[in-house]
């Protein structure tokens, strides 16, 4: 297949395209580089089946030649970046998203786009399942990334119905791994680097919010696997990828620590991030099995040392 990645050179569009070109595929990676950047891509430019095309997706694009896919990973997804990018954030989970939807219905594509664990807010139901509607603030400063998302689940449920597209959705849960930016705010490369440097951990609030971490390579699969899937009146309905192992953010803390013998411990933190904090975050990924026969394998003090040793270099 030619497959089309939008965010082609952020942390999951470039490992997305590293996984397709080894299963045979040719790739056309398309970002704007707002928060991505060209070193996550840099060993694939020289190859013949790979592409690059720097482009802004809120604005309408053409490609030449034939597409079979398009997966729309475009997006800032930290509450770092979205918060200094809100207006960018809004612009291309709506815009963005269509924009890349008529990619896909010109070329009589399929089309799977990158949705969130955040559709369900600070979620009132838990473990959270596919079928939960969410607790969503739609005015808070999250809300810029979660409507934005909420905006392009719609988007694509409506060329699905109206335009006969074969779509996709993916709710990813909070997922980790190399590329990740050293400082884009999120917790895991925060603790890390931290840690690195043998600084206290920056834990905000009293850490008893949880959130339950996916390995990158792990999410890969389930995403290629649901990409792939023959289409069925099941295909087009949104699918929980994530792993479902909980923990709390200070325990996730006191792991980071102990992995990386940081002997400078905790601090709290009032971070006005606190603000619209889902307290609870775990998914259900019944669906994810029995549709994909997917489940993650990497444990996390695995995939933390893999991500530790990415990180080591570049603190
Ligand atoms: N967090 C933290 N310290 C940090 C960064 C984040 O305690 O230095 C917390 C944050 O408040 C949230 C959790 O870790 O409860 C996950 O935050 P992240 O930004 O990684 O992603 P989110 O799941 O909120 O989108």
Redesign the pocket.
């Known amino acids: 297949m030619r497959i089309v990645i939008t965010g082609g050179a952020g942390f999951l569009g470039s490992h997305l395209a590293d996984r397709l070109l080894a299963d045979g595929h040719s790739i056309v990676a398309v970002d704007n580089l707002i928060t991505g950047n060209l070193d996550n891509i840099a060993h694939l430019r020289e190859r013949s089946d790979f592409e690059y095309r720097q482009q802004d997706i809120t604005v309408p694009f053409d490609l030449d030649g034939q597409v079979d896919l398009v997966l729309n990973f475009a997006s800032p997804?930290?509450?770092?970046d979205y918060l200094k990018l809100p207006l960018e954030t809004l612009k291309v989970g709506s815009l963005g998203t269509t924009n890349a939807l008529d990619l896909a219905h010109r070329k009589g594509a399929r089309f799977l786009t990158a949705s969130?664990?955040?559709i369900y807010g600070d979620p009132l139901e838990h473990p959270q399942r596919e079928s939960y509607y969410g607790n969503v603030d739609t005015i808070g400063p999250?809300s810029v990334?979660d409507e934005a998302k909420r905006y392009s689940e719609a988007v694509t449920m409506a060329y699905n119905r109206y335009q006969h597209l074969d779509t996709r959705i993916v709710r990813i849960?909070?997922t980790y791994g190399e590329r990740m930016r050293l400082e884009?705010?999120?917790?895991?490369?925060?603790?890390i680097a931290?840690a690195l440097r043998q600084e206290p951990?920056?834990?905000?609030?009293d850490?008893a919010?949880?959130?339950s971490f996916c390995y990158v390579s792990d999410l890969v699969d389930g995403i290629v696997r649901l990409a792939m899937l023959p289409r069925s009146d099941d295909s087009k309905n949104p699918v929980n990828i994530g792993n479902p192992r909980e923990m709390t953010?200070?325990e996730?803390?006191q792991f980071i620590n102990a992995l990386t013998d940081n002997p400078s411990g905790i601090i709290y933190?009032a971070?006005e991030?606190?603000k619209g904090?889902?307290?609870t975050?775990r998914p259900d990924i019944s669906r994810a099995r029995a549709l994909l026969g997917w489940e993650p394998r990497v444990p996390l003090e695995e995939g933390l040392r893999r991500t530790i040793n990415y990180f080591e270099t570049r603190v």
Do not use: C, H, M, W
């Not at 997804?77 to 770092?80: T, V």
């Not at 951990?201 to 609030?205: F, I, M, P, Q, R």
């Open positions: 997804a930290s509450p770092i969130t664990s955040e999250r990334y849960f909070n884009d705010g999120r917790v895991v490369p925060n603790f931290q951990l920056t834990v905000y609030g850490g919010q949880t959130r953010i200070l996730f803390a933190k971070d991030r606190i904090d889902p307290q975050r």
